[in-house]
């Protein structure tokens, strides 16, 4: 049986591992090392970091975390945070990160988008996209470094970032953010169908069940936060990563 995507999501701030709701009140879980470490140990085939802080306070990428996160894993890393330009992408990718992940510095301006794509290829480049509803209810592109929701349509937005050369996307629901509420399943299925790119679902996954749902539409795969972080209904800190025969019971059994 083929390997669903399943993807573990790491943030970081301040160099430690840290966990929201809605994008707010990180609670601080430790050295984000010792995390990489136990995921190799369940065979996680591919890890996400997100430093959250990085682009909001203008401070650029802490290198140094960098290599030292990717010096211990042995499994493809995709980042993302405080990426400004064509150098710093490429040097991402020259440390052995697989994939760059974007995200508010191409809402309003694709070029680095464009120019990254006909450098390093599509393949490597992944747009983080938040989404929050509007007070009419209707779901915008927000923007998590003023904190604001702008009138970004998520449909249009994406295609514009599928013209840009956008690899995939990784759709990020606000207010679902360390919930356990469950997908934006409605919203995330509708979204897959309409556009080209691999959509990867983010926020909201309580249980496996919840990444059964996401992953019978049509979405390329499911990440998540706080299932592989906390344990138990008092959130005690616990890295986790199922089995795969788990994986096969629990998500992938379709039928």
């Known amino acids: 049986m083929l390997r669903s995507r399943i993807i573990p999501v790491l943030l970081i701030q301040n160099k430690g591992l840290v966990k929201t709701c809605k994008f707010k009140d990180p609670v601080y879980l430790g050295d984000p090392v010792n995390a990489i470490k136990i995921f190799n140990e369940k065979e996680v085939d591919e890890l996400v970091i997100l430093d959250i802080e990085a682009s909001r306070n203008d401070r650029g990428i802490d290198w140094n975390m960098l290599n030292r996160l990717n010096r211990e894993a042995f499994m493809p890393l995709g980042y993302g945070g405080g990426i400004k330009n064509i150098d710093d ?31 390093i290829g599509s393949q490597s480049l992944v747009v983080c996209v938040d ?24 449909v249009e937005y994406i ?22 509420e469950g997908y934006e399943i409605s919203f995330l ?33 499911a990440a998540a936060g706080s299932i592989f ?3 138990g209904r008092l959130n005690a800190v616990l890295i986790t990563y199922p089995m795969q025969s788990e994986i096969e019971k629990e998500v992938l059994s379709f039928e």
């Open 89 to 119: 992408i490429q040097k991402i990718i020259k440390l052995g990160y697989e994939k760059v992940i974007i995200n508010t510095s191409v809402i309003e301006n694709q070029d680095l988008l464009k120019e990254a794509a006909t450098i």
């Open 229 to 231: 972080v906390f344990f």
């Open 131 to 154: 989404v929050k509803k509007n007070t009419s209810g209707t779901f915008k592109i927000y923007n998590h470094c003023n904190r604001k929701i702008t009138n970004l349509n998520p």
């Open 189 to 221: 299925k509708e979204l897959s169908q309409l556009v080209k790119i691999p959509v990867i679902a983010l926020g909201g996954a309580g249980s496996l069940a919840d990444i059964r749902k996401i992953l019978k539409t049509d979405v390329s795969a």
């Open 159 to 180: 295609k514009t970032l599928e013209s840009a050369g956008a690899g995939e996307v990784i759709v990020q629901s606000v207010e679902k953010d360390g919930t356990y």
